[in-house]
């Protein structure tokens, strides 16, 4: 079996990723000898310092032996926090010799200022706001500090009213070349999954606009692109091109709160109608807290950063719901639907893993998010080159064919050139075109274009002249009335388009199992009319029951299809054609009455008449 070239380049621009991964890794070993990590040997204490004279805080440069301040490894949400919304911290910077040092710090919770000994170099926020402090996003941040900085003490003043005080993620030491070369690398990989996943998100809109309109196309899509923003949101890049923390944060909390309805929904399009009325309800649930937390934040109700721990919570119960529904799906879908449900499940466990950081459960990590737009594209690209490589083999055999056809009609070509030489006068061919058209036009006036049987007017026809004979030669006759049991739910649930291949699969058991001398019509929309010359009603009956069992026995492309039929089976016994259908007609709705899928026939109503006065 070949596998397309292109499902192959599709594989390996994955595959380059993950390479590149592996390359700027090591590009950030390299450059790590030249950046120095201050994760250890800090301390803090709680409160706010006084002022001196000149309007500076006495704790910037108190003596180094102060037993007011307690060791810790990372300033981050020290111990015995009871209420306080300021907290100082301080190390000693080792001694360096580098050119234009920076401080990197990820994350500031929420305001601070950094002294060094006594000399303020940096502030971000308000340090003393009346009420709430405002948010103003979590940027990164990039400190410049004095050359003659090396092995002073470094203070930060941190004050937040938010549940998180303290800075957060990393604090970096190196020059300014270096952090910013540092900076491009580490965003580097994300960008590029996050160009290959917006592609792939553009591939299934492309099939969403191609496929019919298919909404679990375009819920992927959609699925795809939140994650891609959400990706980009979190780069520090962003910040080079466009000084707005709190818009990218409004950016990522959008993409991050749509995500789980979108997620739902798409589930929806694979359970299908039996799950829609509960996945429709909890999207709406979704979709409602998304707007009150909008709303909120817009009027100014709550701040976007309190917001968060709603958002992982909603998260996290979506997510539980998901799973339950991932697993129904997986095991009432084929390959494909296993294969979503699986990914979906595994994006699921590694979305949690990364609340679980944010919340500082699991070590701070900045990679899982991109990992998670990795992972959820990489699985979508298989399910995508699963379904174009079947696409393919398929379009291979359809090619193989038509190039039959186009041979056997090259053929018939060949052989009536032969015949139209052989003819010697232009009006006998005229003539036998003419009597072509006027046997299709024929055929086509008695058969029914959907089924390929003959249409209801032909059928009544045909009928009267084999009611005639009957009478007239005193010949046995019977007929069958077939309707196809909860044919509308087929319409409803599956579409037309089934509906339709369902009719057609039906008649062709008809032609396959009728005699030539019998006659198959389609009486109404899914009703047949079979007549059987020279056919008693036991016989009939025997011919309509291998029929019903035929069509019970069908297997169908969509797995929760099942098709039944009922049937009345009436013979002949005096009077028009007309009363012969209607007493079929009624029997076959005495078959609908006890149940469907069963065949009733006058043979057996006297037989249980005659039970019955027995």
């Known amino acids: 079996m070949r596998i397309p070239r292109w499902s192959i380049f599709l594989l390996l621009v994955f595959s380059m990723a993950a390479v590149h991964r592996g390359r700027a890794q090591d590009g950030f070993r390299a450059l790590d000898r030249s950046l120095i990590s201050l994760d250890r040997d800090w301390a803090y204490r709680w409160g706010d310092s006084p002022l001196d004279a000149d309007g500076v805080p006495l704790w910037a440069y108190e003596a180094e032996d102060s037993q007011a301040w307690t060791g810790i490894n990372f ?51 308000e340090m003393h706001p009346r009420g709430r402090a405002a948010f103003r996003g979590w940027p990164w941040h990039l400190i410049a500090l004095p050359e003659e900085a090396a092995g002073k003490q470094l203070y930060v003043r941190v004050f ?35 160009v290959i996943s917006l592609t792939l998100s553009l591939v299934f809109l492309l099939i969403y606009f191609l496929r019919e309109r298919q909404h679990s196309f375009l819920y992927l899509c959609l699925i795809t692109l939140a994650l891609v923003i959400r990706v980009f949101s979190e780069t520090h890049v962003k910040q080079l091109l466009l000084q707005a923390p709190l818009f990218f944060e409004y950016v990522k909390a959008v993409s991050y709160f749509l995500l789980p309805p979108l997620v739902i929904l798409f589930l929806q399009e694979i359970l299908g109608a039996r799950y829609r009325k509960i996945t429709r309800a909890a999207a709406a649930v979704v979709l409602g807290l998304f707007g009150f937390t909008i709303i909120g934040c817009a009027v100014g109700w709550i701040r976007l950063c309190d917001t968060y721990l709603l958002l992982d919570g909603v998260a996290v119960c979506t997510m539980v719901f998901l799973g339950v529904l991932s697993v129904r799906a997986a095991a009432a879908g084929n390959v ?13 466990l590694l979305a949690l893993y990364s609340i679980l950081v944010g919340n500082g459960v699991f070590p701070w990590t900045d990679e899982i998010n991109y990992l998670l737009l990795f992972q959820f594209s990489l699985g979508l690209a298989v399910i995508l080159i699963r379904r174009l490589v079947s696409f393919r083999y398929r379009m291979e055999e359809y090619s193989s064919k038509l190039q039959m056809q186009s041979e056997e009609l090259q053929t018939l070509n060949q052989s009536l050139e032969e015949k139209v030489q052989e003819r010697t006068r232009q009006l006998e061919v005229a003539n036998r075109q003419l009597r072509e058209e006027k046997i299709t036009l024929q055929i086509t006036s008695i058969t029914d274009g959907l089924t390929g049987v003959h249409n209801r007017t032909y059928a009544l026809e045909r009928l009267e002249q084999e009611v005639g004979e009957a ?8 007929v069958i009335m077939f309707d196809l049991d909860h044919f509308k739910r087929v319409n409803d649930f599956f579409g037309h388009q089934v509906g339709d291949s369902v009719l057609q699969r039906v008649a062709q058991i008809f032609r396959y199992t009728m005699r030539d001398s019998d006659l198959v019509g389609r009486y109404g929309g899914e009703e047949f009319l079979i007549v059987l010359p020279e056919t008693d009603c036991s016989e009939a009956a025997l011919v309509a029951e291998r029929i019903r069992g035929d069509i019970e026995a069908q297997s169908w492309s969509e797995p929760q299809l099942h098709v039944t039929i009922s049937g009345g089976v009436s013979e002949y016994a005096g009077g028009s054609a007309e009363q012969l259908i209607r007493r079929a007609d009624s029997l076959m709705y005495r078959a609908k009455q006890l149940g469907r899928n069963q065949i009733v026939s006058e043979t057996t109503l006297n037989r249980r008449a005659s039970a019955d006065a027995g």
Request: glycine fraction near 8%; charge should be positive; include cysteine.
């Open 160 to 194: 937040s009213d938010y549940r998180d005080i303290g800075l957060w993620g990393e604090v970096i030491l190196g020059s300014g070349a270096d952090q910013m070369l540092r900076i491009v690398r580490r965003d580097s990989i994300r960008i590029i999954v996050a």
């Open 471 to 478: 009478k007239r030669y005193r010949k046995s006759l019977s």
């Open 75 to 125: 300033p981050s949400n020290p111990p015995n926090r009871e209420g306080s919304n300021r907290v100082w911290f301080r190390t000693r910077l080792p001694d360096f010799d580098l050119p234009d040092p920076r401080l990197f710090i990820y994350s500031i919770d929420l305001a601070a200022e950094v002294y060094l000994e006594g000399r303020r170099i940096y502030a971000y926020g």
């Open 336 to 348: 494909e639907a296993r294969l979503v449900c699986f990914n979906f499940i595994l994006f699921g």
